[in-house]
């Protein structure tokens, strides 16, 4: 069954750099918009890259931008988030999403992963 699964969390001090993976399976990345959000404890949940499957065109928030990093491997069928320079304020729940570029197809989330900053 179509599905996305990540890994990667952990525990992290501030200043270091974690990978994310996201697996799809059974979803075309070529016909999605492939994108990383977060849910820190007790706020709401917020994108923080986005990478294109058409173009491989990408964006991010002000917040991670310059720090994270947004790639996709088409063999693998994998988006990665490479997050770099870590502060107790990334602590979060990461997910995975894809979002359908055609209306005959729908939308999917991960389960998550948990990014934790500290010392």
């Given at each position: 069954q179509a599905q996305l699964v990540e890994s990667g969390g952990g525990l992290v001090q501030p200043g270091g750099s974690l990978r994310l993976s996201c697996v799809?399976?059974?979803?075309?990345?070529?016909?999605?918009?492939?994108?990383?959000?977060?849910?820190?404890?007790?706020?709401?949940?917020?994108?923080?890259?986005?990478?294109?499957?058409?173009?491989?065109?990408?964006?991010?928030?002000?917040s991670v931008k310059g720090r994270f990093t947004i790639s996709s491997d088409s063999g693998k069928n994998t988006v990665?988030?490479?997050?770099?320079?870590?502060?107790?304020?990334?602590?979060?729940?990461?997910?995975?999403?894809?979002?359908p570029y055609s209306s005959d197809l729908r939308a999917y989330w991960g389960q998550g992963t948990q990014v934790t900053v500290s010392s």
């Open positions: 799809a399976s059974e979803i075309m990345l070529s016909r999605y918009s492939m994108m990383w959000y977060r849910q820190p404890p007790g706020k709401e949940r917020e994108m923080v890259a986005r990478i294109s499957g058409h173009t491989g065109n990408t964006m991010y928030a002000d990665y988030l490479q997050m770099s320079s870590l502060q107790p304020e990334d602590t979060a729940v990461y997910y995975c999403r894809a979002a």
